[in-house]
C-alpha cells in the first residue's frame, strides 16, 4: 500500500523492538521499514530512508535519543518524531521537545493509543503523555513549532485540543469536528482521546459535563 506510513524503530532492546513491530505488523496501514539500535544508525537511517515516524528511545548508546532528534530535525523538520521512553525526568521532558519531538510517550502505554498517537502525531497533531504533560506545563518551554500550548486553566490541553473541547460541548460527531477544523476523522479522534485522558474522565459526555462545571469554556 502505498499510503502506509513509514516507521523507523529506534531502541536499543531487542526484546522491545520485537514486540514493537509484532504489534505493528496487525496493522495494515504501519510499516516498519527499519531498526536502529542506537543514536547514530537513527541519524543515518533518518537520511537515507525519510521514515514517516520515529519512535525513539531516550537511552541509547553513542548518541542518545533526544541528541539524534535534534540531528534529525536539523535536516528534515518533516519527520515525525515520538519519543517513547520510561524516562519522566523534567529535564528530558523539557529538553525532548526543545530538540523537536513531536510526541512523548511512556513505555506503558496502552497499545491503542500508541497507534492512536502514532497515526495522528503523523497527520500534524502533538501529544504529551498526560503523566509528563504538567512538567511542559510549569516550565513554559514548547517551542510554537510544536504547536501546543499548556494552560493551567484549559486541563493542560493544547490548543488545537482546546478548539475540539468547544465541539464537543457543542455536541459535534468526530467527523462534524474533522469537517469544522478540516483535519481528518482520525486526527479528530485522537484528540477527542486525548482530551478524556487529560480531563480524567470516561467518555465526552462527561467532558461536556467537566467543561461547563469548571468553566473551561
Known amino acids: ?60 548508546p553513542e548518541l542518545d535519543g533526544i541528541q539524534a532528534t535534534k540531528k534529525i530535525k536539523e535536516f528534515d523538520k518533516n519527520t515525525k518524531i515520538i519519543i517513547l521512553t520510561s524516562h519522566t525526568d523534567e529535564n528530558e521532558v523539557n529538553t525532548a521537545i526543545e530538540a523537536g519531538a513531536n510526541a512523548y510517550a511512556l513505555k506503558d502505554i496502552k497499545t491503542e493509543y500508541l497507534i492512536m498517537v502514532l497515526r495522528s502525531v503523523k497527520d500534524g497533531a502533538v501529544w504529551l503523555d498526560p503523566n509528563v504533560a504538567h512538567l511542559v506545563k510549569k516550565s513554559g518551554n514548547i517551542k510554537n513549532g510544536s504547536r501546543a500550548d499548556f494552560k493551567a486553566n484549559h486541563a493542560n490541553l493544547t490548543e488545537r485540543e482546546y ?15 474533522a469537517n469544522e477544523l478540516k483535519i481528518s476523522e482520525h486526527t479528530a479522534k485522537a484528540h477527542v482521546c486525548n482530551i478524556i485522558q487529560k480531563m480524567l474522565v470516561d467518555d465526552r459526555t462527561q467532558v461536556a459535563v467537566k467543561a461547563i462545571k469548571e468553566n473551561l469554556i
Do not use: W
Open 1 to 60: 500500500m502505498s499510503d502506509k506510513t513509514k516507521i523507523l524503530m529506534v531502541e536499543d532492546h531487542k526484546l522491545m523492538r520485537v514486540g514493537l513491530k509484532s504489534i505493528f505488523e496487525d496493522y495494515e496501514d504501519l510499516d516498519v521499514v527499519a531498526e536502529a539500535e542506537n543514536g547514530v544508525d537513527a541519524v543515518k537511517l533518518a537520511k537515507e530512508l525519510k521514515p514517516d515516524v520515529i519512535l525513539m528511545d531516550i537511552g541509547l
Open 163 to 177: 478548539e475540539v473541547l468547544k465541539l464537543i460541548v457543542d455536541g459535534k460527531s468526530n467527523q462534524e469536528i
